[in-house]
């Protein structure tokens, strides 16, 4: 079964410095790849995604993603961040089901921005 | 575009009520997709529909819970009867259903239940 672990609860980071968010999944095949963002009270919107070809990936807001096979990583990094970044960030891995992609999602990342 | 669109926003219900909640998808989406999410266990998908039909229904917990989507710009999810435990924001998702498309979440409909 699929499965995805994002090994850091919570991250603060300052306004204008770098960032990075860490995803390992575990799928038996080439996995299908996303990263959502949900701001409070909201639902999720998605950033990126993955499904073939360059493994780096660009995404909204300023986010990219390196799929790293070798590793079983699909890392989340943005080179300044924003206040207006604080969020919840979700890794999820897909497979193909009757022509959908199937989501299993981690358990979240919650990035805190300080001054 | 409205978006997904989800109500009611918030429901507080006693234990052994029935609870309805509705979810009317982006126009021109086929598959919808219903997650409950909870500090516990994250983000679960419950069930999904293509085309209307229900094609995965395994994430449902027991047989309390049901879903049905009579048409495609209309599904509901009922808890009969609920429970303390039924306590989430559960989530509505529409996408085209092929390969590569994206879900759209809805807001959410936050639930609780006493």
């Known amino acids: 079964a699929q499965s995805v672990t994002q090994p850091d609860i919570h991250i603060t980071v300052s306004e204008g410095a770098s960032l990075e968010l860490r995803c390992n999944y575990s799928?038996?095949?080439?996995?299908?790849l996303f990263w959502y963002v949900q701001s409070p009270g909201q639902g999720l919107q998605l950033l990126l995604k993955?499904?073939?070809?360059?493994?780096l990936v660009q995404g909204i807001k300023g986010f990219e993603a390196e799929f790293k096979r070798s590793q079983s990583s699909f890392n989340l990094r943005k080179p300044s961040v924003h206040w207006s970044d604080a969020a919840e960030y979700f890794c999820?891995?897909?497979?193909?089901?009757?022509?959908?992609?199937?989501?299993?999602f981690g358990t979240g990342t919650r990035l805190t921005i300080i001054p | 575009d409205a978006g997904v669109i989800q109500s009611p926003r918030h429901e507080v219900t006693e234990m052994g009520q029935e609870v309805t909640l509705r979810c009317k998808p982006i126009s021109g989406h086929n598959s919808l997709f219903w997650y409950r999410q909870t500090m516990m266990r994250g983000l679960e998908l419950l069930i999904y529909?293509?085309?209307?039909?229900?094609?995965?229904d395994s994430g449902m917990p027991e047989d309390r819970f049901s879903a049905k989507m009579p048409n495609a710009s209309f599904s509901t999810l009922k808890i009969q009867p609920s429970e303390p435990r039924d306590s989430a924001v559960y989530f509505c998702a529409s996408t085209i259903g092929t390969l590569g498309g994206t879900q759209y979440f809805g807001p959410g409909t936050r639930l609780l239940v006493l």
């Open positions: 999820a891995v897909g497979r193909s089901n009757f022509g959908n992609e199937k989501l299993t």
């Open positions: 529909f293509n085309n209307n039909v229900p094609i995965d």
């Open positions: 799928y038996g095949a080439t996995p299908y």
């Open positions: 993955y499904f073939s070809g360059d493994t």
